[in-house]
T-cell receptor, first 116, second 114 residues
Framework: AQTVTQSQPEMSVQEAETVTLSCTYDTSENNYYLFWYKQPPSRQMILVIRQEAYKQQNATENRFSVNFQKAAKSFSLKISDSQLGDTAMYFC?????????????FGTGTRLTIIP | DTAVSQTPKYLVTQMGNDKSIKCEQN?????MYWYKQDSKKFLKIMFS???????INETVPNRFSPKSPDKAHLNLHINSLELGDSAVYFCASSPATSGANVLTFGAGSRLTVL
């Protein structure tokens, strides 16, 4: 079974600063995907970024980027130029590649607060 | 148009009652899911259906019965509600392709059992 660990329950940074959220996972699979989801106070789960394990290049989406270290089973999220709207719970998630039978395994989340 | 819509958004009920949460997606996806988020914000899969067929049942008590009348709908019926069932329930859907099937989530339904 896969496990996802987020060791930072809470973080806070000043607006415009850069912040990195940590995530490690444990799996014996070789084909899988990793995701970061954001859950703002509205409760909606929003996909931030995803990474295919077979790709060595780190995924980026505007101010969001990841540092994917496959051998170390580490998948951290970097948020650059943080904005007040980035305040949310952030969940790291793992998905084994299994056609038609995928499921997301989530970490326990990191509550990020951006301070004005 | 909301891609994945759940109703109701809030539900308050007494222990022992039976309640249902409905979910509909207009994305044309083949796979639908129910996830439970507990009071500590931990998200865990409960069920998944692919084109109306049950694929994943994650050791959920049989008081929980999902029903998928067609691939655009996945409803969750809960019998004999218990205090521990209080949570936010998320419906989600994804396409059945060979790539990373990104899940699109609904806004969640907060169930409070008194």
């Amino acid at each position: 079974a896969q496990t996802v660990t987020q060791s930072q329950p809470e973080m806070s940074v000043q607006e415009a600063e850069t912040v990195t959220l940590s995530c490690t996972y444990d799996t014996s699979e070789n084909n899988y995907y990793l995701f970061w989801y954001k859950q703002p106070p509205s409760r909606q789960m929003i996909l931030v970024i995803r990474q295919e394990a077979y790709k060595q290049q780190n995924a980026t989406e505007n101010r969001f980027s990841v540092n994917f270290q496959k051998a170390a089973k580490s998948f951290s999220l970097k948020i650059s130029d943080s904005q007040l709207g980035d305040t949310a719970m952030y969940f790291c998630a793992f998905m084994k590649r299994n056609f038609g039978n995928e499921k997301l395994t989530f970490g326990t989340g990191t509550r990020l607060t951006i301070i004005p | 148009d909301t891609a994945v819509s759940q109703t109701p958004k809030y539900l308050v009920t007494q222990m022992g009652n039976d309640k249902s949460i409905k979910c509909e997606q207009n994305l044309g996806h083949d796979t639908m899911y129910w996830y439970k988020q507990d009071s500590k914000k931990f998200l865990k899969i409960m069920f998944s259906y692919n084109n109306k067929e049950l694929i994943i049942n994650e050791t959920v008590p049989n008081r929980f019965s999902p029903k998928s009348p067609d691939k655009a709908h996945l409803n969750l019926h809960i019998n004999s509600l218990e205090l521990g069932d209080s949570a936010v329930y998320f419906c989600a859907s994804s396409p059945a392709t060979s790539g990373a099937n990104v899940l699109t989530f609904g806004a969640g339904s907060r169930l409070t059992v008194l």
